[in-house]
């Protein structure tokens, strides 16, 4: 697993992490030093002693990282805009073992957004995990959830979980198919 292209990192502050695959939520230490094997999309997957972690980028100042930026529209923002701007922000979630985004991977079933009295939006999201059983699948719908809901004029964001129908390689899209050697 370890690998000296991997970039070692010391925690600089006690910060909460998700074991990976399992999903259970534990506390590293302030000194606890590690290496990043995966920094796609804002979040971190860290080997330690053995293990896989993954750290949420909004601590990635625990890492003595930058936190990603916050998503931004225009003040004319079209309904347009928001869609796209909804669908960027799905493509910056990884699965933590897999380096790909949950749109190229084909968990996203569909997404809909909608208006609310006020002006604001609601958005719906159907969508699956690579196997029933993922340890780490309620972490992948908490970055779901948490990464459209700071979307400017987004007020709503509910996310269906689903395995109907069950997700298979081919859902992925051509691009994560050959980046995983499964076209």
């Not at 980028?57 to 909804?86: C, F, N, T, W």
Request: charged share 20%; aromatic share 8%.
């Amino acid at each position: 697993m370890f690998s000296s292209t991997y970039t070692p990192v010391k925690f600089e502050r006690d910060c909460p992490v998700v074991m990976v695959p399992d999903g259970t939520e534990v506390e590293l230490p302030s000194g606890t030093t590690g290496y990043i094997t995966q920094s796609l999309g804002g979040s971190f997957t860290i080997y330690i002693d053995g293990r896989l972690f993954r750290l949420a980028g909004e601590d990635a100042d625990a890492i003595g990282r930058e936190p990603p930026p916050p998503p931004r529209l225009p003040d004319d923002a079209s309904d347009q805009d928001v869609e796209d701007l909804v669908w960027q922000q799905l493509k910056t979630i990884y699965d933590p073992e897999i380096p790909i985004n949950v749109v190229d991977l084909g968990l996203i079933y569909e997404c809909t957004l909608s208006r609310v009295e006020n002006g604001g939006r609601t958005v719906d999201i159907a969508m699956t995990l690579t196997a029933p059983g993922c340890g780490m699948g309620e972490v992948l719908v908490a970055d779901v959830r948490d990464r459209l809901k700071i979307i400017p004029t987004v007020e709503q964001v509910n996310v269906a979980l689903t395995f109907d129908p069950p997700w298979n390689q081919t859902m992925m899209s051509e691009a994560a198919q050959l980046e995983t050697g499964m076209f």
